[in-house]
């Protein structure tokens, strides 16, 4: 079994900062892409962030500049670092990654979402 744990969200005013964290654990061979994405009320998922293994990230236009993905292979874990918050960022931001198990005599790739962590930009 595999679980990602989130962390790291609240409620922040206009302006400031937050980094949310997301680790992986349980039976996992290795770990490809990782990734945040968010969800606002009535909006649908979207993607905010993603990093391959090899550290490559690309950002939604919208956070470009204010947000910064990175990682810890050696932990499998993925953080977001989230500067300049606007009352637009306000969202449940979940954590994703493509997870490489070991099952059957073979390497399979499953895709696997955190809980979810509310992060709410307000004055």
């Known amino acids: 079994q595999v679980q990602l744990v989130e962390s790291g969200g609240g409620l922040v005013q206009p302006g400031g900062s937050l980094r949310l964290s997301c680790a992986a654990s349980?039976?996992?061979?290795?770990?490809?892409?990782m990734g945040w994405y968010r969800q606002a009320p009535g909006k649908q998922r979207e993607l905010v962030a993603a990093?391959?293994?090899?550290?490559?990230?690309n950002y939604a236009d919208s956070v470009k500049g204010r947000f910064t993905i990175s990682r810890d292979n050696a932990k499998n874990t993925v953080y977001l670092q989230m500067d300049s918050l606007k009352p637009e960022d306000t969202a449940v931001y979940y954590c994703?990654?493509?997870?490489?198990?070991?099952?059957?005599?073979?390497?399979?790739?499953?895709?696997?979402w955190g809980q979810g962590t509310q992060v709410t930009v307000s004055s």
């Open positions: 994703n990654a493509e997870i490489m198990r070991w099952m059957n005599a073979a390497v399979h790739k499953y895709e696997y």
């Open positions: 349980g039976s996992i061979f290795s770990i490809d892409a």
């Open positions: 990093i391959t293994s090899g550290g490559t990230a």
